[in-house]
T-cell receptor
Framework: DQQVKQNSPSLSVQEGRISILNCDYT??????FLWYKKYPAEGPTFLIS?????DKNEDGRFTVFLNKSAKHLSLHIVPSQPGDSAVYFC??????????FGGGTRLMVKP | DGGITQSPKYLFRKEGQNVTLSCEQN?????MYWYRQDPGQGLRLIYY???????QKGDIAEGYSVSREKKESFPLTVTSAQKNPTAFYLC??????????FGPGTRLTVT
């Protein structure tokens, strides 16, 4: 039973437009949420995070939104750039500082 | 220059052979993790260690073994008992928070 789901395996966006990546989780006890970016044949790199006491966190072009009642997390990238093309994983923090990852969404930003 | 190193980048083995993947970190992190990524899937936790000389099984530990004799090192052995060993293996480390830092990964191919 997947606790963290990214229902869109891929997303294609035009350069300069907004990219919205979504993530759903099942357990309301999760209290910390992260997004990672991964290029092929490389390790994931941390992008942005949010704790359950907030509903929005912004860092430059990246904003994460948390809707606790819907158990839904989203990452907005605006404006999107070709260098943003990668696989994006959401992760949730569970007991003992462990992370559970979603299956990933491949973002393609077209010039 | 702090970070996590994994070697080698690519590894080829014959079926029935054990193989050990290296993971070293100089970030002075207490916790270290091993994940496996298969095509189109998220990261699945194999083993983790929160202090030296102690480690715990993750979600898919069968066919794998680890050791944690030094804070800096957390090698993973893929044994011949692992039924589908071909995958991309990622090592990560963390301090007291949820954010984990990943190495570049090792792609293991078993034929």
């Amino acid at each position: 039973d997947q606790q963290v789901k990214q229902n869109s395996p891929s997303l294609s966006v035009q350069e300069g437009r907004i990219s919205i990546l979504n993530c759903d989780y099942t357990n309301s006890m999760f209290d910390y949420f992260l997004w990672y970016k991964k290029y092929p044949a490389e390790g994931p790199t941390f992008l942005i995070s949010i704790s359950s006491i907030k509903d929005k966190n912004e860092d430059g072009r990246f904003t994460v939104f948390l809707n606790k009642s819907a158990k839904h997390l989203s990452l907005h990238i605006v404006p999107s750039q070709p260098g943003d093309s990668a696989v994006y994983f959401c992760a949730v923090g569970t007991a003992g500082n462990m992370l559970t990852f979603g299956g990933g969404t491949r973002l393609m930003v077209k010039p | 220059d702090g970070g996590i190193t994994q070697s080698p980048k690519y590894l080829f083995r014959k079926e029935g052979q054990n193989v050990t993947l290296s993971c070293e970190q100089n970030l002075n992190h207490d916790a270290m993790y091993w994940y496996r990524q298969d095509p189109g899937q998220g990261l699945r936790l194999i083993y983790y260690s929160q202090i030296v000389n102690d480690f715990q099984k993750g979600d898919i530990a069968e066919g794998y073994s680890v050791s944690r004799e030094k804070k800096e090192s957390f090698p993973l052995t893929v044994t011949s008992a692992q039924k589908n060993p071909t995958a991309f293996y990622l090592c990560a480390s963390s301090t007291s928070g949820y954010e984990q830092y990943f190495g570049p990964g090792t792609r293991l191919t078993v034929t």
